[in-house]
């Protein structure tokens, strides 16, 4: 059973894509049951893969039993296996959020929804770089689909501009990866490093081929020059949607992680290719700061928040050192929950403030304590207030950057963004909950319900909780970035001892 | 055969491209089309090009690489479901806005556009695609 265990995060939301297929004229209960039920098998699932990675090996699933470098490999290393943890975990919550109603407004939420996760999933977890192609376009497929779910100009209009620009990104994705095989003739991530290591000709094939597949993870991470679409259709989405998207540009962020850190940096070909990644980082940060500081609506700003620590994470694979590393790691986890809490919040409270909606206008008068404590509790969080998570992450993030060369831009581009976010939040906070226009009359604003309340302060309480268990968190984002950063274990965990021997044809 | 292979691609590429950059969504769905049959002859090339050689690898024969072929294939079905997909989305978006516009642009005024029944920027509630 345990070596299977590397496949089961994808396994599970996978079948429970099908009998939701299947099922599809069984009634809402009957999908919502199967959702959550896969989506909890998920979690524990994810947490046991991470406890096995955490003893140290590198787990290798060889789908069909075909050797690495001829077949495709599953590979989950205590990074792909902390990240199916917090994809299951988020996912299961902006799940039990969308049961209350909101996967009601359009058919098929529920399969797109696991849809969504065995993409997420499976772009963590593989080998190989054209499965990685695979498993992104399986997650964007889903999320074109969730991305519209709900109807509405806004959304057709956002999703369109969602759609082309990812299948333009597609394409690129695929035509790097043509290059890549007709310069090295594998895609196996573990053999690309190998043998761009020992390259001695089309260095600049080569160069060409890793520059475009950064260029596309850059892409699904936003990075500035393509980062235009990101606040526009997260801000369109509908609000559990919008919370699960946090994590997609994180995957973006983590391919580019585990590229640089296994293949590029190691080889001489494309050691320095990344040195313009930092810079670029740094005006994305900026460039979402002051995004946050001009949104009109709460769910434009939870956009831009998402952009800013999108753009403060793609500032690391750059400086391929393991403090460094390991503190994005950290950043990574909380600034995903604290991220897609606001979207939560932003149609909680769009509900209470009838005709004003989410907007930062004066609106009806707003007596709601709990849902102006879980603002204030995360908007905290996300900018960096001690004694919150995102302080930690961000103090951790600094720490690591203290030695390096660029640690002066670092510095202060974060702790700028930082103050702008938190003027941002502190206007725009108290703009919603206190002023108020008292000929207003209060919106009939129905109840929360259960599970839209419990999602809300499970990812509110993700802030204080991981602050509390820093501790072991930071551990083990150390101990996965010093995993990360021997790329020779997961060479030789993946093509096994005898790599050095596969017959390699010299080819035209 | 590498020359009128590499033209061949580049025409399709720089059709795709162009096409991809207009403002109507007609002309951006035939553009990525276009552009994804380059990069399919793309991946086909990447396998290096031989005349009369099956992708089958036997003892001394002479073939050609097979998985680029595979990798085709698996393109060919990703973009052709995405494309029937935007295809829809478009569609929508026309049937919404009453404009073929890839900003999909509101109804200036109801008396100015199409009746559209004046939906709002978020749209009725409780309609599903």
């Given at each position: 059973?345990i070596?299977?265990?590397?496949?089961?995060?994808?396994l599970?939301?996978?079948?429970?894509?099908?009998?939701?297929?299947?099922?599809?004229?069984?009634?809402?209960a009957?999908?919502?049951?199967?959702g959550?039920?896969?989506?909890?098998?998920?979690?524990?699932?994810?947490?046991?893969?991470?406890?096995?990675?955490?003893?140290?090996?590198?787990?290798?699933?060889?789908?069909?039993?075909w050797?690495?470098?001829?077949?495709?490999?599953?590979?989950?290393?205590?990074?792909?296996?902390g990240?199916?943890?917090?994809?299951?975990?988020?996912?299961?919550?902006?799940?039990?959020?969308?049961?209350?109603?909101?996967?009601?407004?359009?058919?098929?939420?529920?399969p797109?929804?696991q849809?969504?996760?065995?993409?997420?999933?499976?772009?963590?977890l593989?080998g190989?770089?054209?499965?990685?192609?695979?498993f992104?376009?399986?997650?964007?497929?889903?999320?074109?689909?969730?991305?519209?779910?709900?109807?509405?100009l806004?959304?057709?209009?956002?999703g369109l501009a969602?759609v082309?620009?990812?299948?333009?990104?597609?394409?690129?994705f695929?035509?790097?990866?043509?290059?890549?095989?007709?310069?090295?003739?594998t895609?196996?991530?573990?053999?690309?490093a190998?043998?761009?290591?020992?390259?001695?000709?089309?260095?600049?094939?080569?160069?060409?081929?890793?520059?475009?597949?950064?260029?596309?993870?850059?892409?699904?991470?936003?990075?500035?020059?393509?980062?235009?679409?990101?606040?526009?259709s997260?801000?369109?989405?509908?609000?559990?949607?919008?919370?699960?998207?946090?994590?997609?540009?994180?995957?973006?962020?983590v391919?580019?992680?585990?590229?640089?850190?296994?293949?590029?940096?190691?080889?001489?070909?494309?050691?320095?290719?990344?040195?313009w990644?930092?810079p670029?980082?740094?005006?994305?940060?900026?460039?979402?700061?002051?995004?946050?500081?001009?949104?009109?609506?709460?769910?434009?700003?939870?956009?831009?928040?998402v952009?800013?620590?999108?753009?403060?994470?793609?500032?690391?694979?750059?400086?391929?050192?393991?403090?460094?590393?390991?503190?994005?790691?950290?950043?990574?986890?909380?600034?995903?929950f604290?991220?897609?809490?606001?979207?939560l919040?932003?149609?909680?409270?769009?509900?209470?403030?009838?005709?004003?909606?989410?907007?930062?206008?004066?609106?009806p008068?707003?007596?709601?304590?709990?849902?102006?404590?879980?603002?204030?509790?995360?908007?905290?969080t996300?900018?960096?207030?001690?004694?919150?998570?995102g302080?930690?992450?961000k103090?951790m993030?600094?720490?690591?950057?203290r030695?390096?060369?660029?640690?002066?831009?670092?510095?202060?581009?974060?702790?700028?963004?930082g103050?702008?976010?938190?003027?941002?939040?502190?206007?725009?906070?108290?703009?919603?909950?206190?002023?108020?226009?008292?000929?207003?009359?209060?919106?009939?604003?129905?109840?929360?319900g259960?599970?839209?309340?419990?999602?809300?302060v499970?990812?509110?309480?993700?802030?204080?909780?991981?602050?509390?268990f820093?501790?072991?968190?930071?551990?083990y984002?150390?101990?996965?970035?010093?995993?990360?950063?021997?790329?020779?274990?997961?060479?030789?965990?993946?093509?096994?001892?005898?790599?050095?021997?596969?017959?390699?044809?010299?080819?035209? | 055969?590498?020359?009128?292979?590499?033209?061949?691609?580049?025409?399709?590429?720089?059709?795709?491209?162009?096409?991809?950059?207009?403002?109507?969504?007609?002309?951006?769905v035939?553009?990525?089309?276009?552009?994804?049959?380059?990069?399919?002859?793309?991946?086909?090339?990447?396998g290096?090009?031989?005349?009369?050689?099956?992708?089958?690898i036997?003892?001394?024969?002479?073939?050609?690489d097979?998985?680029?072929?595979?990798?085709v294939?698996?393109?060919?079905?990703?973009?052709?479901?995405?494309?029937?997909y935007?295809?829809?989305?478009a569609?929508r978006?026309?049937?919404?806005?009453?404009?073929?516009?890839?900003?999909?642009k509101?109804?200036?005024?109801?008396?100015?556009?199409p009746?559209?029944?004046?939906?709002?920027?978020e749209?009725?509630?409780g309609?599903?695609?």
């Amino acid at each position: 059973m345990i070596q299977h265990a590397p496949i089961l995060p994808i396994l599970i939301p996978f079948a429970a894509t099908l009998v939701l297929l299947a099922a599809a004229g069984r009634g809402l209960a009957f999908q919502r049951a199967i959702g959550l039920a896969a989506a909890l098998a998920g979690v524990a699932a994810a947490a046991w893969l991470t406890l096995l990675a955490d003893r140290g090996d590198i787990l290798v699933y060889a789908l069909g039993d075909w050797p690495a470098p001829f077949g495709i490999v599953l590979a989950a290393d205590r990074l792909a296996a902390g990240m199916t943890l917090t994809t299951a975990l988020l996912a299961a919550v902006c799940l039990l959020h969308a049961s209350h109603g909101f996967d009601a407004r359009g058919r098929h939420f529920h399969p797109f929804f696991q849809l969504q996760i065995v993409g997420l999933q499976g772009a963590f977890l593989t080998g190989d770089l054209f499965n990685l192609f695979v498993f992104f376009e399986v997650m964007l497929l889903a999320s074109y689909a969730l991305l519209a779910h709900g109807g509405g100009l806004a959304r057709t209009r956002a999703g369109l501009a969602y759609v082309v620009l990812n299948l333009a990104g597609s394409a690129l994705f695929l035509i790097a990866l043509g290059l890549l095989y007709g310069t090295l003739g594998t895609l196996n991530l573990a053999d690309v490093a190998l043998r761009l290591q020992g390259l001695d000709h089309d260095f600049a094939l080569a160069r060409l081929a890793a520059a475009l597949l950064v260029a596309v993870f850059a892409l699904k991470a936003a990075l500035l020059p393509l980062s235009f679409w990101l606040p526009l259709s997260y801000a369109a989405a509908g609000a559990p949607v919008a919370a699960l998207f946090a994590i997609m540009t994180k995957v973006g962020i983590v391919a580019i992680l585990r590229v640089q850190a296994i293949a590029f940096a190691p080889a001489p070909a494309t050691a320095d290719l990344l040195s313009w990644l930092t810079p670029l980082a740094l005006a994305t940060v900026l460039f979402a700061a002051l995004g946050a500081l001009a949104a009109a609506r709460l769910r434009d700003l939870a956009a831009w928040l998402v952009l800013g620590s999108a753009g403060a994470l793609l500032a690391v694979p750059a400086h391929a050192g393991t403090a460094v590393t390991a503190a994005a790691l950290y950043y990574l986890v909380q600034s995903t929950f604290a991220g897609a809490v606001f979207f939560l919040l932003a149609e909680r409270i769009a509900e209470r403030r009838g005709e004003a909606a989410d907007s930062f206008r004066a609106g009806p008068a707003l007596a709601a304590p709990w849902l102006a404590l879980g603002f204030f509790l995360a908007a905290a969080t996300v900018s960096g207030l001690p004694p919150f998570s995102g302080f930690i992450g961000k103090l951790m993030l600094l720490e690591a950057f203290r030695p390096t060369p660029a640690a002066a831009a670092v510095w202060s581009v974060l702790l700028t963004a930082g103050f702008l976010v938190m003027t941002s939040l502190a206007r725009n906070g108290s703009r919603l909950f206190w002023d108020r226009k008292p000929d207003l009359p209060a919106p009939a604003a129905g109840p929360a319900g259960w599970r839209r309340a419990t999602a809300i302060v499970l990812l509110v309480a993700a802030g204080p909780l991981l602050a509390l268990f820093a501790r072991p968190v930071a551990d083990y984002a150390a101990r996965a970035a010093a995993q990360l950063h021997a790329p020779q274990a997961y060479i030789g965990a993946v093509l096994g001892k005898d790599a050095g021997s596969i017959w390699r044809q010299r080819r035209p | 055969m590498e020359a009128v292979v590499a033209v061949a691609i580049g025409t399709l590429a720089a059709c795709g491209v162009f096409l991809l950059l207009r403002a109507r969504t007609f002309a951006v769905v035939l553009g990525l089309t276009l552009l994804s049959y380059a990069v399919n002859l793309f991946l086909f090339a990447s396998g290096r090009l031989m005349l009369g050689a099956p992708p089958l690898i036997r003892d001394g024969a002479f073939y050609t690489d097979p998985l680029p072929q595979a990798l085709v294939l698996t393109a060919i079905v990703i973009g052709f479901g995405m494309t029937a997909y935007l295809v829809m989305l478009a569609l929508r978006a026309l049937a919404e806005s009453g404009d073929d516009h890839v900003d999909a642009k509101e109804p200036e005024a109801p008396s100015a556009g199409p009746p559209q029944g004046g939906r709002g920027q978020e749209g009725g509630a409780g309609e599903g695609p």
